[in-house]
Nanobody
Framework: QVQLVESGGGLVQAGGSLRLSCAAS????????MGWFRQAPGKEREFVAA????????NYADSVKGRFTISRDNAKNTVYLQMNSLKPEDRAVYYC????????????????WGQGTQVTVSS
């Protein structure tokens, strides 16, 4: 069965960095675009970043552009999210997801989700 397992979350001070990983299994990883979303307490899940099948094209939410970088390693079936210059407002549970459309921002165009990993940024 399809599995997406996130890791790498934790507590970091403002201005610090974290690298999230999402290990995929149960499907042909290289045939799907992938994305990262996040959900803060009391808020809806929101788009963070997406990456194309090859990894050559990416898309970012304005709030993270220039600070976060999405990448993938199709040989390792893993997608990453490098987060730099973290801010307290980046605090959320971060989810990776399998996309059904190219670089889409829409939550309902992702059909498989991981369990999430918590990111907390202290001020």
């Amino acid at each position: 069965q399809v599995q997406l397992v996130e890791s790498g979350g934790g507590l970091v001070q403002a201005g610090g960095s974290l690298r999230l990983s999402c290990a995929a299994s149960g499907f042909t990883f290289s045939r799907y675009p992938m994305g990262w979303f996040r959900q803060a307490p009391g808020k809806e899940r929101e788009f963070v970043a997406a990456i194309s099948l090859s990894g050559l094209s990416t898309n970012y939410a304005d709030s993270v552009k220039g600070r976060f970088t999405i990448s993938r390693d199709n040989a390792k079936n893993t997608v990453y999210l490098q987060m730099n210059s973290l801010k307290p407002e980046d605090r959320a549970v971060y989810y990776c997801a399998r996309g059904t459309k190219y670089l889409t921002l829409k939550t309902d165009e992702y059909d498989q989700w991981g369990q999430g990993t918590q990111v907390t940024v202290s001020s």
